[in-house]
């Protein structure tokens, strides 16, 4: 036990540095999948959806919560926002996901050298990801979006496509992906990139009783993360219609309300930006600077 | 599959390490890029988050068409751009092949449009903003705002090295290549020399994994001895990092500006 804690105290440049790690790696990545064209057979997509093998390793071989929070960032960053595929709110579903899955990947493994431990929990990652986006998406259409039903076919295709493509993001991408090159790198790895990171490897002697992995509190927390996810999904698409109920609600006064207060904060804007001008010109600006540079 | 074969002989890495570096470093000199970081990241919050709430076609065009200049202005890369064009069409046409496919008919047209025009408006947005920034300005607007300074450093750490490591990337898959034995047959579709491309794709990144754990260690070894990592948990030393972002003159104007311009489109089309 004492061991197992061990594993976790890092300092604080050890947990930086897998951090960075993480992130430029995935970050890298995720734009290599994304100048991959893709390949359409009808409605049915085959792409490589993403290189999980980076995070799941960097989770089963140090931190997992640093290594896993690292990659969502920097598929966030150099995968969405740097290529303009940056979806809002949704994203903090995919971050909330992503996070979680690689999270209780990389803990469930005991011992990195194991090959099946490690399969296991590769596929375990990428079924709990899969699985958590696809049944958002699916509720996000059987409960929030009432426009697509008005468009015949729409719903029952969404459920059917999100079916589909959770099968093939497990079987396809989760196979070739991330279970293979998890089981070839994790055992190959380990004890040699530690090192260079100044840390020890993973003690694999100690063994800790599954129970003590998935306690309640990692069932409560991933339970409760992953309805924020949710939440987070469903907000990106129904705040449009929550603003529109408001709406209904004064439609009359609609326009004016709209205008109004647009009006209002066109005004409000205006007055600080002059106070906020006249307010810098005071303070002679110079005389700033030369205390920064001295 | 034409269309992708004339774009892949565009797409060499050469081209993409560039274009990766004019992003991150050769803008400095466009309007934007000298605003505060501060001022773009409001015009960002504005154009990425207000189109999910607006249903009008013509609002959003309005918006479609001033994020449009403002990524004229920007000078965004056009690699990038091919990419987002077709990310949309891409998406676009995926739901509207399936709901065809299920019986819909071309009535969907209309939403999926507008759809992607919203869509068109935020990307265009997040890109035009992060062009517009090098690293270290992006990451102290990051740290202004409230972000830690370990994750904001990490930001524009990724930014930075990810063209060299793309490079990287390049050279380890073209040893493979060179070392390696590609099959004799493509097989049906392709499919033989797809399968070994991936192969070495993943493999490649083995060695990455290494070098960039050692890089890893010595960037945040070199931070310590510059002693960032005091600095980001101590708020006077972050308040004299930071002292010479101030709003000017021209960032005032352009919110002004782009204010006054969203609020006459929402005047002259509700």
């Known amino acids: ?294 | 599959m034409e269309y992708a074969r004339k774009l892949s002989e565009k797409l060499s890495v050469e081209q993409v390490k560039i274009e990766l570096l004019n992003t991150a470093y050769g803008n400095g000199h466009t309007f934007l890029a000298k605003l505060d970081p501060r001022t773009l990241f409001i015009l960002y919050l504005l154009f990425g988050v207000m189109p999910w709430f607006v249903h009008n076609e013509k609002i959003l065009f309005g918006m479609f068409v001033f994020i449009a200049a403002m990524t004229l202005l920007a000078k965004v890369s056009p690699l990038i751009l091919v990419i987002l064009c077709l990310g949309l069409l891409g998406q676009g046409g995926y739901y509207l092949i399936a709901s065809l496919f299920f019986g819909g008919d071309l009535s969907i047209i209309l939403p999926l449009l507008e759809l992607t025009l919203k869509l068109a408006v935020i990307s265009l947005a997040s890109i035009t903003v992060f062009c517009s920034m090098d690293p270290e300005k992006l990451s102290n607007g990051l740290l202004k705002i409230g972000v830690p300074g370990q994750v904001t450093f990490s930001i524009a750490y990724g930014y930075r090295m990810l063209p060299s490591l793309l490079e990287e990337y390049h050279h380890v898959f073209l040893s493979f290549r060179l070392r390696g034995k590609a099959p004799e047959k493509h097989g049906f579709l392709y499919w033989q020399a797809i399968a070994y491309f991936c192969k070495i794709a993943v493999l490649s990144f083995y060695p990455l994994l290494l070098s960039m754990s050692k890089r890893a260690r010595t960037t945040v070894e070199a931070l310590e001895t510059k002693g960032s990592l005091y600095g980001f948990n101590h708020p006077e030393v972050k308040k004299l990092k930071l002292a010479h972002m101030a709003f000017g003159k021209r960032d005032y104007l352009f919110i002004l500006f782009f204010l006054s311009y969203l609020a006459s489109l929402f005047l002259l089309f509700t």
Request: aromatic content about 12%; some cysteine.
């Open chain 1, 1 to 294: 036990m004492s061991q197992m804690k061990k594993r976790y105290q890092l300092t604080q440049s050890q947990k930086m540095m897998v951090f960075i790690l993480s992130m430029s790696l995935y970050g890298l990545s995720n734009m290599i999948t994304e100048l991959v064209p893709k390949a359409y057979l009808g409605p049915v997509e085959f792409s490589i959806e993403y290189f999980a093998f980076i995070p799941l390793t960097l989770c089963i071989l140090f931190h997992p919560l640093y290594a896993a929070v690292g990659a969502s960032l920097g598929e966030v960053i150099f995968g969405e926002i740097m290529l303009g595929q940056f979806g809002g709110f949704g994203e903090l579903e995919k971050f909330i996901a992503f996070s979680l899955a690689m999270y209780v990947a990389g803990i469930s493994v005991r011992d990195p050298k194991n090959k099946r431990q490690v399969g296991i929990a590769a596929m375990t990652g990428v079924i709990i990801h899969q699985a958590i986006s696809a049944i958002v998406d699916i509720l996000k259409v059987w409960i929030g979006v009432e426009e697509l039903e008005a468009v015949p076919g729409l719903a029952e295709s969404i459920v059917v496509i999100e079916g589909f493509s959770f099968l093939n993001d497990v079987l396809f991408s989760g196979i070739l992906f991330a279970l293979l090159p998890t089981v070839y790198l994790v055992p190959r790895l380990y004890g040699k990139i530690e090192p260079l990171l100044g840390m020890k490897p993973r003690d694999n002697s100690v063994t800790y009783s599954l129970r003590d992995i998935l306690g309640p509190r990692l069932i409560a927390g991933g339970i409760f993360l992953a309805c924020l996810a949710f939440l987070f999904e469903f907000l990106s698409e129904s705040g449009i219609n929550l603003i529109e109920w408001e709406l209904d609600v004064a439609e009359a006064y609609s326009e004016w309300f709209i205008a109004g207060s647009i009006f209002i904060a066109a005004v409000v804007a205006g007055i600080t930006t002059m106070l906020m001008i006249r307010r810098h010109r005071k303070p002679s600006g110079s005389q700033k600077k030369e205390e920064v540079s001295s």
